[in-house]
Each structure stands twice: as structure tokens, then as C-alpha cells.
């Protein structure tokens, strides 16, 4: 077994960790006060190649895979969970999504844009009523001949109302449930049919635009169609499988990140005439995160490595997002402990950390999401695909 990085896979990670330094860090603490997204940030990301993992050539890939996706994400995310989120939305999520569902028009139409972020991407499945049981959702798009027409809600929707060019599920026959949900390929803009507002109203990922979106008699054109009429669900599924690798990348940057600074701040205080790192309470925080987070990245690693390779993952990629996203809140809650007074303000990384680390126990199925499909898996009642 090859436990070690390519010295290009290493030069990835140095080059995103840079750009995390001087692009993010400087303008963080006040992007975050005033919940602050800035695109220009995404176009900076795009040009150097970003977002273009996983995807061929011939559509502005970069001739890499997930793992140098993963290994991009966690050096940006140890920084700042919020902009990790654009990996999912121009990359993992939309782009990978018609490159394999696809038709060679719609790879050609949509894929490049999103590489270089000419086009904000976004995907939208939940719903006020509708979360972790996907086929429960009640958005419907009606054939109307010469074009669809969708009625219905999306909410708590990553880029909603700064998105361009996305994917959305809706169901084109409920009367099959599941069977009969149909994956669109859709414009949020300029269509007086959709209509799109902010929600300010978070705990954390201050930076990442999340809003929900209204659908009144909203006409598309008939080839929006992604695959084909009534494969949505199976494209769904497929989809939150790779964009929980993403998720499982963010939770190791919040958790790193996390843990560099309790560390740092453990050999710089003093109580009692000597550093707090130097007393046995400290170092077994310290201890049980840095083991947690060393657990964590072999188990995010390996999924990553199995979808390149094409291998069944999908047990392997629940298994890493549920244990990364876990390990990631322990290690924010124990760094916060260890600032003490300080980890309660705004002045200190600490609590962003604990905030951003919440997001991922929800995203792309909760925890106990997770445990279904791992425990489904292990007994035999689904096949790992």
C-alpha cells in the first residue's frame, strides 16, 4: 500500500494552501462580520485550475481526480470553511454530474463555464419539507409540449441567488415516487417565473451564499433534461456520493486548521508559571484530536482514491464523511476549550471553527444519513457501489 503524496499532488497542496494565505486570510475576519461573498475570489480559484478535477480534457479538465480534488479543498477549508463550497458547486457537484449523465452538447454548453466560473453553479434538492428523505419533495415540472413548467420551493440552496447555470430535481410524475423524479438543467436568471432570496440567518459559512429559491409557473426549455425523464433520483444519489468526498475534504481543513491553532495557542499561554501545553489535560485534547484527524484524512483519502480508480465507494465515502465531519466538530469544540474565555470571541478563530465544523454533521445527508447507508451496506440489504 502507497501511503505517500506525488511531489505534483504536494505542489497542489502548497499552491492552495498560498493562495488560502494571501487570497482568504487577509480580508477573512471582516469578509466574515459582514457575511461578505466576493466572486472574484471564485474566477481567482478557477484560473488556477481548481475546479477542473475529475473531469477530461477535451472540457477544460485538468487531467486530474478526487484526491487532488480533496487535497485542494482541505487546504482552502483549513482556512476557511466557507469557500470551500465552491469545489462542490463548480466541480463536484454540477460539472462531474453531466459529464457523466450528459449529452456531448450539454458537456460542451455547461461544463466549461463552470470550470472557470464564467458560470456560478449551484445544484438544489432540499426543500422546507423535504431533507434527508430526497423523494418527498414537491417541486413538479409539468411538459407543456414546447417547454416545461416548474412550480414549486427549494431551501437552504448553496449560490441560490448569485447562481447562474445549475441543477435542479423535480418530480415529472409522482405517481411512480421516486421513479418518476427528473434532474433539469436550469438558469436562475432572467426568467420572471423563478425568484431567489438570501438567508443571513446562520451559524456559520458566513461567506458561502445560501438562499432559497421560488419556482411560480417558471417556463424551461425542453432540453433541460439531464439524462433522461425519470433517472433523477438515480443522478441525485450519484451526485450527493461525490459531493460528500468534498464535504468529508472541508471537515479535514475545519478540523486541521482547528488543530493548529489550539496547538499554537498551547505553547504560547502560561498559567500557573508554565505553558498550558505542558499540562496532562491539554495534551490528551490535543492527543485525541490529532489521532481523530490522522483517522479522518486516511479514510477521506481512500474514498477519494476509489472513485478514481472507478472501485465501489460508496459505503467508504459515508464511512469518511460521517467520522471527518464528527472528528471535525470534536476538534473545534476541544480547541475552543483550550482558548478558554478567548475561544468565546470573535477575535479568535476558534469558535469560526466551531460554527463552520456544525454545517457538516447536515450537508449532503446528516450523520445519521451515514450510519443508514454504512449499516445498510455492512448487512447486505444494498450493494456498495
Not at 240 to 257: D, E, M, P, W
Request: proline content about 3%; aromatic content about 10%.
Amino acid at each position: 500500500m502507497q501511503f505517500g503524496l506525488t511531489d505534483e499532488q504536494r505542489m497542489m497542496q502548497e499552491m492552495a494552501k498560498d493562495f488560502a494565505h494571501k487570497e482568504i486570510l487577509p480580508n477573512l475576519k471582516d469578509d466574515e462580520a459582514n457575511h461578505r461573498y466576493r466572486p472574484e475570489l471564485v474566477k481567482q480559484m478557477a484560473s488556477l485550475g481548481f475546479f477542473g478535477c475529475a473531469l477530461p480534457e477535451e472540457y477544460d479538465g485538468n487531467g486530474f481526480g478526487f484526491l487532488e480534488s480533496v487535497l485542494l479543498s482541505e487546504q482552502i477549508a483549513k482556512v476557511s470553511g466557507s469557500w470551500r463550497l465552491p469545489f462542490n458547486m463548480q466541480n463536484i457537484g454540477p460539472a462531474v454530474t453531466v459529464n457523466k449523465f450528459g449529452s456531448k452538447e450539454q458537456k460542451q454548453r455547461f461544463i466549461p463555464d463552470w470550470v472557470s466560473a464564467e458560470s456560478c453553479g449551484f445544484f438544489a434538492i432540499t426543500e422546507p419539507n423535504s431533507g434527508s428523505d430526497v423523494a418527498s419533495m414537491g417541486t413538479t415540472a409539468t411538459d407543456c409540449g414546447d417547454h416545461w413548467e416548474l412550480n414549486g420551493q427549494k431551501m437552504w440552496i448553496s449560490n441560490a441567488h448569485v447562481g447562474d447555470w445549475g441543477l435542479l430535481y423535480a418530480f415529472t410524475d409522482k405517481s411512480k415516487k421516486y421513479k418518476g423524479m427528473t434532474c433539469f438543467i436550469v438558469n436562475l436568471k432572467d426568467n420572471e417565473g423563478i425568484v431567489t432570496a438570501a438567508i443571513e440567518t446562520k451559524l456559520g459559512l458566513h461567506c458561502a451564499p445560501t438562499g432559497e429559491i421560488a419556482f411560480t409557473k417558471a417556463k424551461i426549455p425542453k432540453d433541460s433534461v439531464l439524462g433522461e425523464v425519470g433517472q433523477g433520483f438515480q443522478i441525485c444519489m450519484w451526485q450527493l456520493n461525490n459531493t460528500r468526498i468534498s464535504c468529508s475534504a472541508g471537515a479535514l481543513g475545519i478540523a486541521g486548521g482547528a488543530i493548529d491553532a489550539a496547538i499554537e495557542y498551547a505553547n504560547e499561554r502560561t498559567q500557573f508559571g508554565k505553558k498550558i501545553g505542558a499540562y496532562q489535560m491539554i495534551q490528551a485534547q490535543i492527543a485525541d484530536m490529532v489521532a481523530e484527524h490522522e483517522a479522518a484524512k486516511l479514510l477521506v483519502y481512500r474514498a477519494a482514491w476509489l472513485k478514481d480508480q472507478g472501485l465501489p465507494n460508496q459505503q467508504q465515502t459515508s464511512i469518511a464523511k460521517l467520522f471527518a465531519s464528527e472528528a471535525a466538530v470534536h476538534a473545534a469544540s476541544d480547541t475552543m476549550k483550550i482558548f478558554g474565555s478567548y475561544g468565546f470571541s470573535t477575535e479568535y478563530p476558534a469558535e469560526r471553527f466551531l460554527r463552520d465544523a456544525q454545517s457538516l454533521r447536515v450537508v449532503e445527508g446528516t450523520s445519521n444519513i451515514q450510519k443508514t447507508i454504512i449499516a445498510g451496506i455492512a448487512m447486505g440489504d444494498v450493494t456498495n457501489r
